[in-house]
């Protein structure tokens, strides 16, 4: 997912790995994830061999000199095939695959971002159906001395309650976010 998420970033504009390192800590934290530096040089190395990067060497003042990546037309093509390819949602609700997906190929357009939407909303509404009372584990617990049984079954209620209740939050945004994705579409004259 790495490779997808530097192909998003360079099609906002070229940087080299620091840069992108340095975003990804900093305003891309809500993606989820923070890669080290070598695996996003080893997947900027990735993209170049495949033709999906072209890299010039920037001079800069106060720092070595910066190998910095643009997007080749082969790369556009692979960012496009990747937005347009089916999204399945994780098996967690907000997982990190479906805000990197929401971001990066969601900026092509708001047909692209409802479609992923629509999808992690259907699933997310299947996976709220199926679900059942939950059995806690810990009411058939033999739990040590130190632990008081009963305060142990309020303690996992709690935090079932905490998943189910954000769950339910997540699926309010999703419902609010398509609605506004199909108004923007319509305002563009695209489908929905």
Request: glycine letters at 6%; a negative charge.
């Amino acid at each position: 997912m790495l490779e997808h998420t530097l192909l998003g970033l360079l099609a906002r504009k070229p940087a080299s790995g620091y840069d992108i390192g340095k975003w990804l800590r900093t305003d891309g934290r809500w993606l989820g994830r923070s890669p080290s530096m070598t695996p996003i040089y080893r997947a900027l190395a990735d993209l170049e061999k495949r033709g999906w990067v072209d890299i010039r060497i920037e001079e800069r003042d106060t720092a070595p000199a910066a190998k910095v990546y643009s997007l080749t037309a082969d790369g556009i093509d692979a960012l496009k095939a990747w937005a347009a390819s089916e999204y399945r949602p994780s098996e967690r609700p907000m997982a990190p695959d479906f805000t990197q997906r929401l971001s990066f190929a969601g900026q092509l357009g708001p047909e692209h971002a409802l479609a992923i939407v629509r999808t992690e909303l259907e699933f997310r509404r299947r996976q709220r159906a199926e679900e059942q009372d939950p059995e806690l584990a810990s009411v058939n617990s033999d739990p040590i001395t130190e632990i008081d049984r009963e305060w142990l079954i309020h303690v996992d209620a709690l935090t079932h309650d905490r998943g189910w209740q954000s769950t339910s939050l997540y699926i309010g945004w999703l419902e609010t976010t398509e609605r506004q994705l199909v108004r923007e579409c319509a305002r563009r004259g695209l489908p929905t």
